[in-house]
């Protein structure tokens, strides 16, 4: 945890990103799994959970805009470099596909979720000589925007996402909604991608990312289908799997299959001659991560994720939960009160990074206003 405490506005709370390890070191609640199911007891199956409030006892201690945002800078291993280095468009492909299972490589702590961001909040980090911003730009419905940009290795990253959490019974599922896309730009290859859907089940208590991912880069005619998916009723598979191939999108040949374990090892192998690759480690990747930290006090924006949710993440972290309701109280109020104001006068509200917007076909896109990202006043250390 970090702080700065010279005044209210610009205390920060920062916390141990997601890891390999998980959350060990994040507070769990007495009977947990029992006061999960009281909070379900008057939702009914297939309903929409983005309007569902926990309390404190069942948040971590950052937001959802911190978590995605994690995704892409929390790593122990320069993936995107070596997408970008790769020899030839075949090489890079391979690369990205094991960038993009990095950033769905942890879900989680069972029991907990990170807060809902409100409107305007904003995460801004940087680790080496990549740059990561994140918006949030709708509430209702949740909508995040990413913006992430290297000059050193000319790479940018452009998110839309926006999950839709529902409750089946002895599950919730939240679909993952939105576009990403990965633009090598020295090359001028962009990869396009969708997330898997994320599978909190109830009993057995567990979490694990489920469904289909399609992975197309238009430039290189190359194409991927991974499929995520869990413990199936036989015990098949087991939990974590993936599995899915690499092919030509104008002939649909397979060149690769792809298998393994987001959690552990994945491998392509090639079809002609039976060779089998390692393209992602988790224990690489993701173990040991470390905390952000603060390197510009000054330069921190009153809408920073560690800012706006300061109060409250400190409260859990100290168990002070009756603290924390009343913090988490404020904040929403706060929210509630500022949409009351925009409504009388007739304001709707317009992101400052992004512009917003939606069709029937594509859904909500977020397309960044500037073309590189500034270097942020909290990093990462190497």
Same mark, same amino acid.
Do not use: M
């Given at each position: 945890m970090v702080k700065e405490d010279s005044e209210e506005e610009t205390? =920060? !709370?920062?916390?141990?990103?997601?890891?390999?390890?998980? @959350? %060990?070191? =994040?507070?769990?609640?007495?009977?947990?799994?029992? *006061?999960?199911?009281?909070?379900?007891?008057?939702v009914r199956p297939g309903s929409d959970l983005n309007g569902f409030q926990l309390p404190p006892i069942f948040n971590l201690p950052k937001s959802h805009l911190q978590c995605y945002g994690e995704s892409v800078y929390s790593v122990d291993k320069d993936l995107l470099r070596e997408?970008?280095? #790769? *020899?030839?468009? !075949?090489? *890079?492909?391979?690369? &990205?596909?094991?960038? %993009?299972?990095?950033?769905? #490589? *942890?879900?989680?702590?069972?029991?907990?979720?990170?807060?809902?961001? =409100?409107?305007?909040?904003?995460?801004? =980090? %940087?680790?080496? %000589?990549?740059? !990561?911003?994140?918006?949030?730009?709708?509430?209702?419905?949740? &909508?995040? @925007?990413?913006? #992430?940009?290297?000059?050193?290795?000319?790479?940018?990253?452009?998110?839309?996402?926006?999950?839709?959490?529902?409750?089946?019974g002895t599950k919730v599922e939240a679909e993952v909604c939105g576009k990403r896309e990965l633009k090598l730009l020295n090359h001028g290859e962009t990869y396009v991608m969708n997330s898997p859907n994320l599978l909190i089940r109830l009993l057995p208590p567990g979490l694990d990312w489920v469904g289909k991912v399609k992975v197309q880069c238009q430039e290189t005619g190359l194409e991927a289908e991974l499929i995520y998916s869990t413990n199936s009723f036989l015990g098949r598979r087991g939990a974590h799997s993936i599995k899915g191939r690499i092919y030509q999108s104008s002939s649909c040949n397979t060149l690769y299959e792809v298998n393994g374990y987001w959690n552990s090892i994945v491998t392509v192998k090639d079809i002609n001659d039976g060779k089998e690759t390692a393209i992602y480690n988790a224990k690489e990747a993701i173990s040991v991560l470390k905390t952000p930290i603060v390197k510009d006090p000054q330069g921190i924006l009153a809408s920073e994720s560690a800012v706006v949710w300061s109060m409250v993440s400190e409260s859990i972290l100290n168990k002070d939960w009756e603290k924390a309701r009343q913090a988490k109280k404020a904040i929403e109020e706060k929210q509630r009160e500022l949409v009351r104001q925009r409504n009388s006068r007739g304001e709707n509200w317009v992101p400052k990074h992004f512009n917003l917007s939606y069709s029937k076909e594509a859904g909500w896109d977020c397309l960044p206003t500037q073309k590189w990202v500034s270097p942020a006043p909290i990093i990462v250390p190497f």
């Open positions: 205390r =920060v !709370v920062l916390t141990k990103p997601f890891s390999l390890e998980g @959350g %060990s070191d =994040v507070y769990q609640a007495p009977n947990l799994v029992r *006061r999960i199911l009281s909070l379900f007891g008057n997408c970008n280095n #790769a *020899r030839n468009p !075949v090489d *890079r492909f391979i690369a &990205v596909i094991g960038w %993009s299972i990095s950033a769905c #490589a *942890r879900p989680g702590v069972f029991g907990l979720a990170p807060y809902n961001s =409100v409107l305007g909040e904003t995460h801004h =980090v %940087s680790r080496g %000589s990549l740059n !990561v911003l994140l918006e949030q730009v709708s509430h209702h419905p949740p &909508v995040s @925007g990413l913006h #992430a940009t290297d000059e050193t290795e000319n790479i940018e990253i452009i998110w839309c996402q926006y999950p839709i959490p529902k409750f089946y």
